[in-house]
């Protein structure tokens, strides 16, 4: 199968989007996981000794290694893997079909926004917890030892409340931001790619650009949300008013610009890598026929076969029985033995007079 042939590919399957969108989510969190560490302690707004405040990127990313161990940019990782892969499954899947929905009610550029933010709620549903449990764990000296500890006395002294503390926050930011990533992302791609072919660097190149540009405009939001999860230095803040209100008591203006360079430079990466990884798999998993047909597609083949059958009965009949006419076609369930032998399918053919008993016909055919 050649790539020209990408968008003609059957994809209005759930299980095909699911599954792609599940395996770009992992590899997306899993590779920039270390900047995103970095991102984190550099939003920090009350570091509590002389180790926690950073200059740069590279400072923070060899401070952190050098002081606190070579894995020490990776803790907290498995929150991520746990979480990514169902939300980006739900996310992907959402987008997809709603895309495909709205597109014929109103703007395209209109749809996959909308899209975007309905999508962007089931996502934050399942990555609000593991984003809470990961940022407490990025933060220097952390308490926790691992993720069950994190979990578990976060739960006993904060409450499950605490799990989803900053849920309006995370929206009210990745609402905006997704809607603008998948706006600029399929704008780009109009320049990028029009022919809408299976092409990486397009994709790459696409969500590099969209991800770059919805980061740095919801930069503010993303520091409200990391003081919300990470409660600094014992602050008790509760609420996105309250949290913007503490930024600004903590850091001025432009607090609410803390570590937007490693949060540009984390998404541009992270959503080429997440949409370059979701495209291939969906052409992967499609065009390898890892992933069968859609419900829509099999009722149009099975409409399809069975005009096929009649016309074909039909002509059969009417030469050796020219006083009978055939009416209907109709297909018992399939007996099927798929495996190395072929199915086994039994097709009963009945004609308009039902007096005419013996005419019925039983195809057995063997594939």
């Not at 894995?71 to 746990?82: E, M, T, Y």
């Not at 003081?227 to 008013?241: C, D, E, I, R």
């Amino acid at each position: 199968m050649n790539f020209e042939d990408y968008e003609t590919l059957p994809t209005n399957n759930v299980s095909t989007h699911m599954m792609a969108g599940a395996f770009a989510g992992v590899m997306e969190h899993c590779v920039m996981y270390p900047l995103d560490s970095v991102k984190t302690r550099m939003q920090s707004l009350t570091p509590s000794t002389t180790n926690a405040p950073y200059r740069g990127i590279a400072e923070a990313l060899h401070r952190m290694v050098v002081h606190e161990g070579f894995l020490r940019p990776v803790r907290g990782i498995g929150a991520v893997v746990v979480s990514a892969g169902p939300a980006h499954a739900l996310y992907f899947s959402c987008y997809e079909y709603l895309k495909e929905s709205l597109s014929h009610r109103m703007n395209s550029h209109l749809a996959h926004g909308a899209a975007g933010c309905v999508a962007t709620v089931l996502h934050d549903g399942i990555m609000t917890p593991a984003d809470v449990v990961k940022q407490r764990m990025q933060m220097y000296n952390s308490p926790y030892k691992s993720l069950a500890e994190c979990i578990l006395r976060l739960y006993r002294t904060e409450g499950l409340h605490a799990f989803y503390r900053s849920y309006t926050t995370q929206l009210a930011m990745n609402i905006p931001f997704q809607s603008i990533h998948f706006m600029v992302y399929e704008l780009a791609q109009s320049f990028t790619n029009p022919e809408r072919v299976y092409n990486p660097a397009a994709h790459m190149m696409s969500g590099a650009v969209a991800g770059g540009l919805a980061a740095a405009i919801t930069t503010p939001l993303d520091v409200c949300k990391t003081l919300l999860n990470t409660q600094q230095a014992g602050a008790k803040v509760y609420g996105m008013m309250n949290a913007i209100k503490m930024v600004y008591t903590l850091g001025g203006p432009l607090g609410y610009f803390k570590g937007i360079s490693a949060r540009v430079l984390y998404q541009m990466p992270s959503t080429a890598i997440c949409w370059s990884t979701y495209e291939f798999f969906k052409y992967f998993l499609t065009s390898r026929g890892l992933i069968s047909e859609s419900l829509s597609d099999t009722a149009e083949r099975i409409e399809n076969e069975s005009t096929i059958q009649k016309s074909s009965f039909g002509a059969s009949l009417s030469d050796n029985r020219p006083a009978v006419t055939v009416g209907v076609v109709r297909e018992l369930p399939s007996l099927s033995g798929t495996g190395i032998y072929g199915a086994l399918s039994l097709t009963t053919v009945h004609t308009a007079d039902s007096t005419h008993a013996s005419s019925s016909l039983l195809d057995i055919t063997h594939s």
